[in-house]
């Protein structure tokens, strides 16, 4: 198990309960897990509370979800966003995020794909669904130079699978679930809610809130990979940053490269970090111009 000495500066909970807190108060067990960490968990149709958890469920969704269920569900990201999900404020960053959208008028009922046999859509279930009863969180130490991931137990009163004698590793649970793949996808998405989440205290990256037009700008590249790539290839998008040609015509084809563009692109507007390049011309006219607005022409 982690043994990290240093005081937390920031602990962000990214992949948590799939219960409301506010509904159901889940016990969130204060124990860091490594991935050679052992629980004793087991899920299957013989369980007292089959398909409970997939009623009135808080699953926000990861790009590899939205990605996921739209391919296999055969629909457009726009049409899916209106269909299933809901939108919600990621509260830790103040972020917008898509949240699965539960049956009934106050979203208490089952979730739209769970049936009597299960879900239906097991094989892309979103990562929320693949990681419980994990939680996933991100912790910078103080004075540590690098964020630390951890993994935590979610025990709730309704969830009798924690009463199962099957024991495994944390790292067999993800190898079963199928979670390194969704993981990869999301990997970009989760450093800018956690460096979102981090910077919270002060208002903002460097204590300059992050406007509203970003924050779309975030919403739009994480959940509609059609809109982002007509945001890229018929905006001035390419004639502001260096986009090798090969790499453009990956761009076209592939959902995941597009994702990671977005990402690293996000990063740069956000945080500034030197992730994607401006083209020369751009960079020394942006350059001059500041120059010009400081009076230093
Ligand atoms: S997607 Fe599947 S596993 Fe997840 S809440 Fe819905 S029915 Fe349950
Ligand atoms: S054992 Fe837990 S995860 Fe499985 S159906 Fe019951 S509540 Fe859901």
Known sequence: MA??????????????????????????QPVRLGRDDTFCFSCHKDVPCWNECCHGADITLTPADILMLCRNLDMRPAEFLA????????DKADLPVAKL??????????????????????????????????????????????????????????????????????GEYRAEQGIDAYDEVNRGWMDIMMKMASWQTLGGPWGEQITQAKKRMFFMVYTDVDAFRRFVFETR???????????????????????????DWLKNVFF??????MKENVLQGAIAKAREEMGAS
């Open 3 to 28: 043994d990290n000495k240093l005081d937390p500066e920031t602990e962000v909970e990214i992949i948590g309960s799939m219960t409301d807190p506010a509904a159901a108060g889940p016990v969130v």
């Open 83 to 90: 269909e299933y999900t809901v939108p919600a404020i990621w």
């Open 101 to 170: 959208k539960m049956q009934g008028a106050d979203g208490k009922g089952a979730c739209h794909f769970m049936t009597d046999a299960g879900c239906s859509v097991y094989a892309f279930r979103p990562a929320t669904c693949r990681y419980y009863p994990l939680g996933f969180a991100s912790v910078k130490m103080k004075g540590a130079e690098e964020k630390d991931d951890f993994h935590f137990l979610v025990k709730e009163a309704h969830c009798k699978g924690h009463g199962e004698t099957k024991t495994q590793t944390v």
């Open 237 to 263: 998008f390419l004639d502001t940053y260096e986009i090798e040609p090969e790499a453009q015509d990956l761009l076209r084809e592939s959902d995941e490269a597009l994702l990671a563009l977005g990402f």
């Open 272 to 277: 500034n970090e030197p992730t994607v390049s």
